[in-house]
């Protein structure tokens, strides 16, 4: 499985408005599409709240680290 990671130190309160920016649209975009293609599942349910989590998280500007781990499966999408 591929991995890819990276790690933005924030250390200014710019550096938190744009993590916060980030953290918003990722959650609207994961609520949105959790909405129109996955609505009413288990899973688009945590999925969600582990999202609003990490944006309520981000809100309040502090300084801090964020890193993103991306995991690629290679058996690709059940179709």
């Known amino acids: 499985m591929p991995?890819?990671?990276?790690?933005?130190?924030?250390d200014s309160e710019s550096d938190s408005?744009?993590?916060?920016?980030?953290?918003?649209?990722?959650y609207d975009s994961v609520r949105e599409e959790s909405r129109s293609v996955?609505?009413?599942?288990?899973?688009s349910t945590e999925t969600i709240a582990a999202?609003?989590?990490?944006?309520d998280a981000a809100a309040e500007p502090a300084?801090?680290?964020?890193?993103?781990?991306?995991?690629?499966d290679e058996?690709?999408?059940e179709n």
């Open 3 to 10: 991995r890819h990671e990276a790690v933005f130190e924030i």
């Open 17 to 26: 408005d744009a993590v916060s920016r980030v953290l918003e649209r990722v």
């Open 38 to 43: 996955r609505r009413g599942s288990e899973d």
């Open 51 to 55: 999202f609003e989590a990490l944006r």
């Open 63 to 72: 300084p801090g680290r964020l890193r993103v781990v991306y995991e690629r």
């Open 75 to 77: 058996d690709g999408f």
